[in-house]
């Protein structure tokens, strides 16, 4: 309904999607644009719910004009999956905003397990999707450092042996997160997928506070930092890699240090909201 009638809309879900093409159906128009922002696709364990969600989004993409995606190998993919649509894929990296130097100051947050003590510091994990918790708790377990985990999903730490040096934070959101972002020495991001994108928000957090981080080698991961220049790389499901990473970055301030002040520099240019707004829009304007 608006004036000028716009040329582009982008989207933040599929069910938008579909809004947005009714209307331009029942108003007998060409624009605009739909364009699906941040698209993953995830597969089931049932084939026929997989098949039902395949249908489904099959229907969607023939409606969207272009859906953006955060990794070029889930481009190349879901280019393959649904070869039959018209909608363009196009990868750009993910972006965000986070307040860096304001009063984060926060209520104290109530753990629900916290058995060592921070006298030493902290390290830092986060994030539910497609995290890899088991191996974090036992590369950890023997570690003389407390690790707290900020993750509200049941499903990812169900049936794993929490070790006494963990502290769960299930209900740490806004300010309370940043604050525990602010105060740990790195951020740790175990990840058991490698087919879609996973991981990044929290890195991109981490980078934008200069913390060094340690994350799962994957192809998306690789897109977004280099091995030892803003980050330390560690193959999936390795225990004793990642306890490795660890010991080397509580034993060296200056590896942490350096990798923290490339990571900043990193998000700045590539990775900070001005760039991700930069990149949309260019990517919007293409034939």
């Known amino acids: ?25 029942l108003l007998f128009r060409k624009r ?30 023939s409606i969207a004009d272009q859906a953006i995606c955060h990794s070029s190998l889930e481009v190349e993919r879901y280019k393959e999956i649904f070869k039959s649509s018209h909608t363009r894929f196009e990868y750009i990296p993910y972006g965000l905003h986070i307040s860096v130097g304001e009063d984060n100051s926060a209520e104290q947050h109530t753990p629900e397990k916290r058995n060592f003590p921070d006298s030493g510091g902290y390290i830092l994990a986060a994030g539910r999707s497609g995290r ?3 191996t974090l708790f036992k590369a950890v377990a023997s570690l003389p450092i407390a690790l707290h985990v900020v993750c509200d999903s049941e499903s990812a730490l169900t049936g794993l042996e929490v070790p006494t040096n963990v502290l769960l934070l299930r209900n740490c959101y806004d300010k309370a997160y940043v604050q525990e972002l602010q105060n740990a020495l790195f951020v740790v991001i175990p990840l058991n997928v490698n087919d879609i994108s996973a991981g990044q928000m929290v890195l991109i957090q981490a980078m934008a506070f200069s913390k060094p981080t340690i994350i799962t080698r994957t192809p998306t991961v690789k897109e977004y930092v280099t091995e030892g220049v803003e980050s330390l790389l560690v193959e999936r499901g390795d225990v004793f890699e990642l306890r490795e990473a660890i010991q080397r970055l509580l034993g060296d301030q200056d590896l942490r240090e350096k990798l923290g002040a490339h990571a900043n520099a990193m998000y700045k240019s590539k990775y900070c909201m001005k760039a991700y707004v930069t990149n949309l829009v260019a990517s919007l304007q293409k034939p």
Not at 32 to 46: A, Q
Request: aromatic fraction near 20%; charged fraction near 20%.
């Open 132 to 134: 890899d918790y088991d």
């Open 1 to 25: 309904m608006s004036k000028p009638y716009p040329d582009t809309v982008v989207v933040g879900s599929h069910i938008e999607v579909i809004v947005f093409g009714f209307f331009r159906a």
């Open 32 to 61: 605009p644009n739909i364009v699906l922002l941040g698209f993953i696709f995830t597969r089931r364990p049932k084939p026929l719910v997989n098949w039902l969600r395949g249908l489904y989004f099959r229907f969607v993409f």
